[in-house]
């Protein structure tokens, strides 16, 4: 088991809602990535925060945004839910700015289900 | 050229068999090979990564090859147990890219008793 938690573990929104999913990174860990894996897929890079600032954006709409605290905890929000936004939510912490392919640890996720 | 494809989608081996999960990719700017074990309701698990100056690494029962001028690599899972059934992603990472980590579409691994 990572020190990755995240919370919650399933979620049913329906369809416009506004979700937020939290996530609390392993100790040591500055930087906090976040990925979306749909059914039967790989996981999609959402974006990445390092200190506090996004560092690297995958090809996800404005909808999507983070946050990352002063602890190097986050936040990911969806705005305006589309069905297609039922997936697995992934976060994943690393020690440092991927600068040097450092190890990602990810947490169990977090379902979400869009009526 | 950001994608990484992996191959088989599904493969079934006996206990004590060879699994061996391929992956290419384009993007010659990748420096990071890792593979993750994933079982159902769990998050993705390192498993083991090589970097592109190194031809093979081996962990275990898990080896990696890795051809850089084919741009593929491979994940060998030597004399396979039931309890390695799980999907298998192959990924590779971009320094300096905005994508990070960019990951294949999975191998589901049965290994039959």
Redesign the interface.
Known sequence: ETGVTQSPTHLIKTRGQQVTLRCSSQSGHNTVSWYQQALGQGPQFIFQYYREEENGRGNFPPRFSGLQFPNYSSELNVNALELDDSALYLCASSRERQGSGETQYFGPGTRLLVL | QQQVK?SPQSLIVQKGGISIINCAYENTAF??F?W?QQFP??????LI?I?PDVSEKKEGRFTISFNKSAKQFSLHIMDSQPGDSATY?C?A?L????????????TKLTVNP
């Open positions: 992996q420096d990071y890792p993750y309701g769990k998050g993705p698990a390192l990564a970097r992603f990924a990472f320094q300096g890219g905005s994508e990070k980590l960019v990951f294949g579409k999975g």
